[in-house]
């Protein structure tokens, strides 16, 4: 086990230090975008470990201990979908048109097609938890 784990440590350092490497080639010398980066780098985790995982951790606690057991895998998984969906339109629903333009992404209405997704989603949930599997 201890060889295996030395076996991945190595490349995880390695990929560690060259990550190093390329970020103070892009922050040095300091300018301003380097703290707004510096922010994001430290923000992110922050939020993830401070908000986001509680959270989840949190509604998930809840889902298992109240929901009657047929529904429970289905529910889990749409709420999973609904958290990854999310995240993934997040960008465009925060910013509309912060990055580089990207035909036929950044013409479409980003909350109706959310919204139509997660509906989709949940009605799947639905069909899921009253649909009887066959043992």
Known sequence: MKTLRLLLLL???????WGAVLFSEYAFPLRPDV??????????PLAH????????GAVGFTLSRFLPERWKTP???????TGVLTLLAFP???????????PGLHD???VTGLLVTLAVVWLGVLV????????
């Open 11 to 17: 490349p995880g350092l390695a990929a560690l230090t």
């Open 35 to 44: 703290f707004g980066t510096l922010g994001w780098l430290v923000g992110g």
């Open 49 to 56: 470990d401070l908000l986001i995982a509680p959270l989840v």
């Open 75 to 81: 529910v889990k998984t749409g709420a999973v979908l």
């Open 92 to 102: 465009l629903l925060w910013r509309p048109f912060g990055g580089a333009r990207n």
């Open 108 to 110: 479409a209405d980003t």
């Open 128 to 135: 899921a938890a009253l649909v009887r599997r066959k043992a």
